[in-house]
């Protein structure tokens, strides 16, 4: 999935009810998994001036770089997160994780030969989904689509539907990030 699927989901799913308050920290745990890949992408490709497609067929994959990735996708790491948060009665960091392990095993279905090692550092095991959020050879068109529905209508639902302000400026802010994503998007695809 693409970050704001991720926080427009966490965010419908989890922002609701006693939660609803706590749309912080909803909103760092279902963004703070993909963090480090934009960090990834600024250091390659405008620091190094490395290309796209050099980026994402090796350069993704360097060992340090997924370690990386894989130790803020672990379902041990985040689990042990919860319990603590959960043992000293700290509601927004149990929330916070909970939303960390939902962007986790919203990603686990979604990913083939990108899959994260989600009980990094205990297993190197990964799940190699038949289904890609991107790869068109793996149902990444209908994916694409059903994703954009979920983060369009998601965002105006946020935008309209939620009571509190901070619901309605996130519905708003992603709606407006995703649309500035798909366009930077297909401007890269465009140049390739």
């Known amino acids: 999935m693409n970050t704001p699927a991720h926080l427009v989901l966490n965010a419908l799913v989890l922002g609701r009810g006693r939660w609803r308050p706590h749309w912080l920290a909803i909103t760092v745990g279902a963004l703070l998994p993909d963090l480090p890949m934009f960090g990834f992408y600024f250091y390659e490709r405008v620091v190094m001036a490395n290309p796209e497609q050099l980026i994402w067929s090796q350069l993704y994959f360097k060992p340090h ?24 009665r700290m509601e927004a960091w149990l929330v916070f994780f909970l939303s960390m392990a939902m ?69 708003i802010i992603t709606l407006a990030v995703y649309l500035g994503f798909a366009v930077f998007a297909f401007s890269v695809w465009a140049m390739q």
């Open 65 to 88: 770089w997924q370690n990386l990735f894989d130790f803020f996708h672990s379902l041990p790491i985040i689990a042990v997160g919860a319990i603590i948060a959960w043992r000293f």
């Open 103 to 171: 962007h986790c095993l919203a990603d686990l279905p979604l990913h083939n030969e990108d899959a994260h090692r989600h009980f990094f550092p205990l297993s190197a095991w990964q799940f190699h989904s038949p289904i890609s959020y991107w790869d068109p050879h793996r149902y990444g068109l209908l994916f694409v689509g059903l994703e954009v529905l979920l983060v369009v209508v998601g965002s105006i639902f946020l935008a309209l539907g939620y009571q509190s302000r901070p619901w309605r400026m996130i519905g």
